[in-house]
């Protein structure tokens, strides 16, 4: 059972390291040599407790040395910062524009009559009437 790494109510927190405690022991009782390494599972469930409990506390009552439950804890927290670090660069997909067909180049007139008149059309359409355009307003007085 996994010790979550968000706050929890001090009661249950302390629950949490009763029974960490009895899993400690067990392991104690249970290993083949006295200087086995203590199991990945056992460390990760110290170092989650001891973001909630002081960890002198949490050293005392599973028998560890501060030291080593320190350390642990800054080693810990470093590989979560560099694991969200390299999550944040994770693959970020882009799609393209279509290919095919390709988009209509924009249309841009600029007409000038004698008078000083000046018309000015930008247009993404594909087909404007140009030729009604022009016309009228060529025409128009």
Do not use: N, Y
């Not at 001090?10 to 390494?37: C, I, K, N, V």
């Not at 040395?65 to 670090?85: F, N």
């Not at 390709?102 to 008149?117: I, M, N, Q, S």
């Amino acid at each position: 059972m996994e010790v979550p790494m968000h706050p929890m109510p001090s009661a249950h927190a302390e629950q949490q390291l009763a029974q960490l405690a009895h899993r400690f022991d067990h392991w104690r009782q249970s290993r083949t040599t006295r200087f086995e390494r203590i199991p990945p599972p056992l460390w990760e469930q110290a170092i989650g407790l001891s973001q909630v409990l002081p960890l002198a506390q949490v050293a005392k009552r599973l028998r560890l040395r501060g030291s080593d439950l320190k350390k642990r804890c800054t080693a810990h927290q470093t590989t979560s910062a560099r694991e969200t670090s390299l999550a944040a660069l994770g693959f970020v997909e882009v799609t393209a524009a279509p290919s095919w067909p390709f988009p209509a180049p924009g249309t841009e007139v600029e007409l000038h009559r004698a008078d000083g008149a000046q018309l000015r059309i930008r247009s993404h359409e594909p087909q404007l009437p140009l030729a009604v355009l022009v016309r009228t307003f060529l025409e128009t007085r």
